[in-house]
């Protein structure tokens, strides 16, 4: 199981830090992928990390922005946004894919889901 917290409405320019609490499963176990998908657009990764080898993605648009990290005691993946955009807005999931290893942004490849986060950046 995997759930997401840490959404609500900031400004843009602002912060915000998603958690991803993950029960049933280590993540020594699993990779754990950020995908978001805004209204009418299609689920995009955002960032992807394994723990187990360091392995790690981030979409171009949020490059030098956003922060993938972990607490393997605590079992949480986070996801630190800074510098929030308008275009940012949307509903944060986070996942772990059907082949433990895979850190890539096919949200095709990943078969766990949370229920999602809401993020809403204002102009």
């Known amino acids: 199981q995997l759930v997401e917290s840490g959404g609500g409405l900031v400004q843009t320019g602002g912060s915000l830090r998603l958690a991803c609490v993950v029960s049933?499963?280590?993540?020594?176990?699993?990779?754990i992928g950020w995908f978001r998908q805004a209204p009418g657009k299609e689920r995009e990764g955002v960032a992807c990390m394994s723990t187990t080898d360091g392995n790690t993605f981030y979409d171009d648009s949020v490059k030098g922005r956003f922060t993938i990290s972990s607490d393997n005691a605590a079992n949480v993946v986070y996801l630190e946004m800074n510098s929030l955009k308008p275009e940012d807005s949307a509903v944060y999931f986070c996942?772990?894919?059907?082949?433990?290893?895979?850190?890539?942004?096919?949200?095709?490849?990943?078969?766990?889901w949370g229920p999602g986060t809401q993020v809403t950046v204002s102009s």
């Open positions: 996942a772990a894919p059907s082949s433990y290893y895979y850190t890539g942004p096919s949200a095709a490849r990943y078969m766990f």
């Open positions: 049933g499963f280590t993540l020594d176990d699993y990779a």
